[in-house]
């Protein structure tokens, strides 16, 4: 009866305001339905949606959120997560999903970073060789050839101090010559965030170290 789906609803609400009777518990309610449809979204697995809503929440004690937009703060405890389990996303996979700006993310997650006592290792340069890889959609062959590649400038040390985009960038245009799997460099600039000068810069360094400069002739060899 009308009167009595009326009396339900009142006592459902009542139900819901004491359970959720302080600002923190219905923003953290809020905030982890947000969690849960962007994780799905990313294809992340429980563990690190989970690990997501515990930072939350303890931004949400430390009355972080008070004030800042809540998608923000979900977006950047999203990827504070990612970096923890080594889940290959960058800001800018976050920041679509949450359809915020990258730098908006990033001012909410160096907020939670200088708040929150958070062990977030730092991101190596095999980790942007396969999310730039994994963007591109490269073979698996590919993704090992760049690898390897990349492992002879780690051990030149031509990569300190230089961009980490633009090297990986440039190991993956030379794998994907190699393993004849053809591939724009300006696909791949815009996927890694760099310049086509800086692309070109890195592949000549990278084929002037010794037992790679004759790379274009490397597959020739293999056939």
């Known amino acids: 009866q009308p ?3 009326m ?3 009142r006592l459902r609400t009542w139900n819901s305001r004491s359970q959720l009777n302080d600002s923190v518990s219905r923003n953290l309610e809020k905030a982890l339905k947000y969690l849960n449809n962007f994780g799905d979204k990313l294809c992340l697995s429980q563990a690190v949606i989970e690990s ?10 430390k009355k972080l959120a008070k004030g800042r937009s809540t998608i923000g703060l979900v977006g950047a405890s999203l990827y504070a997560a990612c970096r923890e389990a080594s889940t290959p996303k960058t800001i800018l996979d976050v920041s679509e999903i ?3 700006t990258s ?3 990033m001012s909410h997650y160096k907020l ?12 190596k340069g095999p980790d942007y060789v396969t999310i730039i890889s994994n963007r591109l ?4 062959k590919t993704k090992r050839e760049a690898l390897q590649i990349f492992g002879h400038v780690e051990q030149r040390g031509i990569s300190i101090g230089k961009n980490p985009n633009a090297i990986a960038g440039a190991v993956i245009y030379l794998a994907s010559q190699i393993c004849d799997e053809f591939i724009r460099q300006v696909e791949i600039c815009q996927v890694a965030d760099i310049s086509t000068v800086s692309l070109r810069k890195r ?4 084929k002037a170290l010794p037992g790679l400069e004759n790379i274009e002739k490397i597959h020739e060899t293999q056939q």
């Not at 997501?52 to 004690?61: E, L, T």
């Not at 939670?112 to 006592?117: M, S, T």
């Not at 959609?137 to 698996?140: A, D, Q, T």
Request: with cysteine; net charge positive.
């Open 52 to 61: 997501a809503a515990y930072i939350y929440r303890k931004a949400a004690v």
């Open 3 to 5: 009167k009595q789906r």
């Open 112 to 123: 939670i970073l200088n708040e929150l006592d958070l062990n977030i290792p730092a991101t």
């Open 103 to 105: 730098k908006e993310l």
């Open 137 to 140: 959609k490269l073979s698996e």
């Open 98 to 100: 949450c359809n915020i």
């Open 203 to 206: 592949c000549k360094e990278i």
């Open 7 to 9: 009396e339900i609803q």
